[in-house]
């Protein structure tokens, strides 16, 4: 079952048991699929719809973290809802160590090899291996902090 038939689904079953919150969730994700499908003229990929879910929950997060500054916490709280929805339908994250392992797998590789590793080689190598399952500022800090040490 593809995502977009999932989240069809997801907007059926808040439907059925009066979920306002998840609904207004699984509408305004919708949208930004149906939005970016009209951008592209065409049907978007799963990957593609991936990129969308990962945006919007990109977004989110930045939204809480306004809201935390002025103590809004009834909007954070909706905003966690969201959040926690959208990364239901997302792959499981990384952890900080798989992470490290992969790119101190990265940086020994290119040593072996005899090239230098620097922060773009070592970013270009990892990038593809978590693409979607790992926050990209994550993995850009771990990268700088073991080639700073």
Known sequence: MTIKQRLTD?????????????LTTVRLVIDRVQKKEKEMLRELSE?????????????TDEEMDA???????????????SKKFVESFLPQQMSEIEIRN?????????????????????????????KGKADNKLV???VTNLLQS
């Open 140 to 142: 850009n800090q771990i």
């Open 102 to 130: 992969l790119v101190i797998n990265a940086i020994e590789s290119m040593y072996s090899v005899g090239r230098t590793p620097n922060k773009g080689s070592v970013m270009k190598e990892v990038m593809p291996l978590v």
């Open 67 to 81: 809201f935390k500054s002025v103590n809004n916490h009834e909007k954070v709280a909706e905003l966690l809802v």
């Open 10 to 22: 997801a907007m059926k079953e808040a439907m059925r048991n009066k979920d306002k919150a998840t």
């Open 47 to 59: 990957e593609e719809v991936m990129q969308v879910l990962q945006t919007f929950k990109k977004q």
